[in-house]
């Protein structure tokens, strides 16, 4: 969004990864943009991963809770992740390096 003239984001990955989309930012604010790509191209797996589970904030509550930082249950008619939901987000925090 930022290549297309936003001036910011709003990042619901940015809860469990908050320093990564702060150097995504810092780095486009700087004008290095191939940084910026970087940074970019490795939030993106774990961003599409997550939101590809189910609802916001179903999945990003699900993954602050695996990573012990529990945000209490998500309320109706929401509910929470299947427990092959929860293993492919298991799988996709491992492969972020976050477990």
């Not at 990042?11 to 004008?31: E, H, K, Q, T, Y």
């Not at 943009?33 to 699900?62: M, S, V, Y």
């Not at 299947?82 to 996709?92: N, Y």
């Amino acid at each position: 969004m930022l290549a297309l003239g936003g001036s910011g984001v709003i990042s619901v990955v940015g809860n469990i990864v908050p320093g990564d989309v702060r150097a995504m930012l810092a780095a486009w604010n700087a004008g290095d943009i191939a940084k910026a790509q970087e940074w970019h191209h490795k939030l993106f797996p774990l961003c599409r991963d997550l939101l590809g589970l189910a609802t916001n904030p179903i999945p990003i509550k699900a993954a602050m809770e695996v990573l012990g930082r529990d945000t209490g249950e998500v309320r109706l008619p929401m509910t929470p992740l299947e427990p092959a939901q929860r293993d492919s987000l298991i799988q996709t925090l491992k492969a972020y390096g976050l477990l």
